[in-house]
Every structure is written in structure tokens, then in C-alpha cells.
């Protein structure tokens, strides 16, 4: 039984193409990053609009973890937005869910914002163009976090709707792969050793 | 200072770091251009390894067909075979490789590292293959920071700070070693001495006296560190945590006042982008006045 959050949220293309691109200009690490969107808690609708990519050195380890959220908690405020969930792009591939960090994380956040989610990537998924985002939400009835069933390969799982740019997963591996525009992104860890 | 694409490369080398696209971008220009003369082997060694990172296996397999003629027999060019091996997805094979190479010198430490990194899905037999190659190969940094990360995976946060212990004694001039140690120490939850080891990493990061000074007053991981100590510290619930640091030796409250200033000073003086983000948290960090 799949756990079903009541929130609809739709996907920006910024933020689907950004974790990858993340992933991409550090290839042998483990990265870590946040989702920003505007919430409407009325009609209980999230946009999901733009990622931010925190870290990838020592992800087992707190302290700059807890400086990047407050941070990036911060800088979405200033864009009116709020931090809606975080992505982790794990550098091998042992298929062992969100791990540790990803679900401490999506639990502090759930704190804040009760419908918060965590999208892990699937680097099989990643390499076939399909969709690779495995998502997790945790439902009111647990506490640890559980992935939503996925139908399609080249959408999101439902409540989740992407962008309507077409062919976005293509697109995006292109421009990882011909122009190689992930060579000028720059984290959060890159931050802190040159401001 | 900007380096030429071979500086470049060299550097990486003694660094041993891991930019495995820009190195076959370099490596080939490099040596498309030519002129090289011996000291081509170690950029064909070099980008060979980078293009298996990569996946690109033909641009290693010609690097290995030339290196194969020029050095026949070499255990040097043995190790890359075995990196063929594993970037096909033969492990097994790769595994016979290594074993057979340490079988014909104990000392191969390539090999023994091979070994090791064959086992990192795997991180409890890692560590024990890993505690077995450092017992005998101390002086081996990658090796103990290494183990510091298999450690901290694992959650296991006391030994990874051991670990990075050694590390730093091997390594005594490593600044972020330090740093990374005050992280391990805070996320155990032992502020007192995380503080210890992010100040003494700002320190060593510090030296208003060097042509550099201003390059240097841009790093803010360390002050970062010192900042959340220091909020611990200070907060309600401080005197219920926990320190391996001596109640003589520990920080008393009216210095940790005067670290929190200075603190906040050396964060924004760093400037650079996401200021008022900045001064946001840091505001709402400051606690309330005593």
C-alpha cells in the first residue's frame, strides 16, 4: 500500500534538469540538494520551481548540511519561496533507498512543511532517458519514508506532473553530453571555499 | 595563477584528483599536439584511467595497446589491465589480476588498493581489508581518509574521527583535514571539541600577513564550523551534551561570546555572493543576550 500525500505538485523543467546537472559535474561523489517552490496550502497545490545544489564532500556529516538548509531556507524566502523537499543523487548504485542522511533530512523537513518529498535518482533509469527520480514522501500513518509507484517512464509518479517541455530527460542528457553546460554549476560546498 | 594544460595535468597527478572529464579533454589535446617525449607515459596513464572513469574504453584501449609495446612486463601497466577488467564488469577476473600481481610482490601497493576498492560495496569487508593494508602501510593518507568516510557512512563517528586522527598526523599542514575533523566531532555531538578543531583550522587558514590574505578570507567552511559550535554551545540545552574535552580545557561562556562576535565578523567580511542570506541566519543565530 503506497503512501498518498493530498498535495498536487508540478514540476518546472529548471528543476528537473538541475539534481542531474548536479550529478553530472560530480561524477564520483554523492550530491545532495533542495527543492524550492511556491505552496498554495489553499487549494493544496506546490510548484516545485528551482533546485539548489548544497553538497558533495562529506555528505555523512552535519554541521555544513545544517548551514546549506538554513541558507537555502533563507534564499528561497527572499524569492518567495520555501524549501518543499531535497534531492540525493547517490554515486554508486546499491539500491538502498533514500539512506540514512536522505531520510533524517526529509524528516526535519517534514517538520517544517508537512507534504515535503525527496527525490533519489536511479542511475539505470538515468542512462536508459527515462525519468530517473524515484520519489519519497512519508504519509501521516509512518515515519519512514516510502516511494511512490511509478507507471511511466518518461513522467513523473502521479501526484507529481512535469513540465510541458518536450522531450525534457533527452534534452537534458544533451546538454550534459554535447555542451556540457553542467561544467559551470556551482554548490554549496564550492561556496564555502570560495565565497 | 593559470597553469599550461601539461602543469595542469601534473598537478592533478600529485593530487591525485579525481577530474576524470577535463582530464581526457587535456590529455588528448596534450597529446595531439605532441612534443612530449617520455613524459608522455604518465599523461597516457593518466588519461587512460580517466577515460575507464568515463566509460570511454576505447580512447584507455588505445593508451594500453602503446603502452603495452613500449613497457613489456611492466606490473605498472599490469594494475591498468586490471582497471580494464573491472570498468567491463569482470570483478572476478580483476580480483584474480590483483592477486596474482601481489603474489609476485607483496609490496604492490596498487594492487593492494585495487583489492580494497573492489570490496567498497561491501563497507564492513572494506574496513577490515582496509585496517589490514594500514596496519602495514601506515603512511598511507587516501588510505586512512578512506576509512574515515567508510566509518561515517556507517554512522560510526567515533572511529572515523581515529581515523582522521591518523590522517592528521601524517598529514600535519592539512587544514581541511582538521576541519573535517571538527565536522565528525559535531556531528557525534561533541561541541566542545568540534569548536577545538574548527578554530584550529581557521587558524591555519589564517595569515594576515601573506600575499594571499585576501584569497584566503573567502573560505568560510571553517568559520561556518566555529559558528554552529558555538550556537550549541551556547544554547539552552548545552549543559546536557556531552565532551570528550577536559572541563579545564573546555571553552568557558565569556569567550564563546567573543568567538560568536568575531564569528559573525569574519563571515560577513568574506563577502561574495548570497550575503543577505547570510546576515538572515546569522542574525537569527545570534542568542539572546544573557
Not at chain 2, 40 to 58: C, K, N, P, V, Y
Not at chain 2, 72 to 98: H, M, N
Not at chain 2, 140 to 158: I, Q, R, V
Not at chain 2, 209 to 220: L, V, W
Amino acid at each position: 500500500m503506497s503512501s498518498q500525500p493530498t498535495y498536487t505538485y508540478t514540476v518546472s523543467s529548471a528543476a528537473y534538469a538541475l539534481p542531474l546537472l548536479h550529478a553530472a559535474r560530480y561524477l564520483s561523489h554523492t550530491v545532495i540538494g533542495i527543492l524550492l517552490g511556491k505552496i498554495d496550502r489553499g487549494s493544496k497545490r506546490v510548484s516545485v520551481e528551482d533546485a539548489l545544489p548544497l553538497i558533495h564532500h562529506y555528505t555523512s556529516l552535519s554541521p555544513m548540511m545544517e548551514v546549506a538548509l538554513e541558507l537555502g531556507a533563507a534564499a528561497a524566502s527572499e524569492r518567495g519561496m520555501e524549501v518543499v523537499g531535497l534531492y540525493v543523487v547517490p554515486k554508486d548504485d546499491k539500491n538502498s533507498g533514500l539512506g540514512r542522511v536522505g531520510e533524517r533530512i526529509l524528516g526535519e523537513m517534514k517538520g517544517k512543511f508537512d507534504a515535503s518529498f525527496a527525490w533519489l535518482v536511479d542511475n539505470e533509469k538515468l542512462g536508459e532517458g527515462s525519468v530517473p527520480y524515484t520519489i519519497y514522501t512519508i504519509s501521516q500513518s509512518s515515519t519512514s519514508p516510502q516511494a511512490l509507484p511509478s507507471k511511466s517512464s518518461s513522467s513523473f509518479p502521479s501526484p507529481f506532473t512535469l513540465d510541458s517541455t518536450p522531450n525534457l530527460p533527452a534534452r537534458t542528457l544533451q546538454a550534459i553530453r554535447d555542451e556540457k553546460i553542467h561544467r559551470n554549476l556551482v554548490d554549496f560546498d564550492d561556496h564555502l571555499n570560495d565565497s | 595563477m593559470t597553469l599550461s594544460d601539461v602543469e595542469q595535468l601534473a598537478r592533478w597527478r600529485r593530487l591525485g584528483a579525481r577530474h576524470s572529464e577535463e582530464v581526457v579533454d587535456i590529455a588528448m589535446r596534450v597529446l595531439k599536439k605532441g612534443g612530449l617525449g617520455e613524459d608522455q607515459w604518465a599523461i597516457r596513464e593518466q588519461l587512460a584511467i580517466a577515460a575507464l572513469d568515463i566509460g570511454r574504453s576505447d580512447v584507455a584501449q588505445r593508451q594500453f595497446a602503446r603502452m603495452a609495446i613500449r613497457f613489456k612486463a611492466s606490473p605498472r601497466v599490469d594494475i591498468l589491465v586490471g582497471l580494464q577488467l573491472e570498468a567491463r564488469g569482470e570483478f572476478e577476473k580483476a580480483k584474480e589480476a590483483y592477486s596474482g600481481l601481489l603474489k609476485v610482490s607483496e609490496t604492490n601497493i596498487p594492487a593492494h588498493q585495487r583489492l580494497i576498492a573492489l570490496q567498497l560495496n561491501n563497507p564492513s569487508a572494506a574496513i577490515t581489508s582496509l585496517l589490514s593494508y594500514l596496519d602495514i602501510f601506515y603512511s598511507d593518507p587516501n588510505g586512512w581518509s578512506l576509512l574515515a568516510e567508510l566509518y561515517a557512512d556507517l554512522g560510526l563517528y567515533p572511529q572515523s574521527l581515529t581515523a582522521l586522527g591518523h590522517l592528521l598526523v601524517i598529514q600535519a599542514w592539512d587544514s581541511a583535514a582538521v576541519c573535517r575533523a571538527g565536522e565528525t566531532a559535531y556531528t557525534m555531538g561533541d561541541y566542545q571539541l568540534a569548536l577545538k578543531y574548527f578554530l584550529r583550522a581557521t587558524e591555519m587558514q589564517t595569515d594576515p600577513s601573506s600575499p594571499g590574505a585576501k584569497e584566503e578570507s573567502c573560505r568560510t567552511r571553517s568559520w561556518w564550523g566555529v559558528k554552529l559550535s558555538l550556537r550549541r554551545l551556547m544554547s539552552d540545552a548545552a549543559a546536557e551534551n556531552d565532551t570528550s574535552v577536559p572541563e579545564e580545557m573546555a571553552t568557558k561562556p565569556t569567550l564563546l561570546q567573543a568567538l560568536d562576535a568575531l564569528a559573525t565578523e569574519r563571515l560577513l567580511a568574506a563577502d561574495g555572493k548570497g550575503l543577505s542570506a547570510r546576515r538572515a541566519v546569522l542574525s537569527a543565530s545570534q542568542p539572546a543576550a544573557r
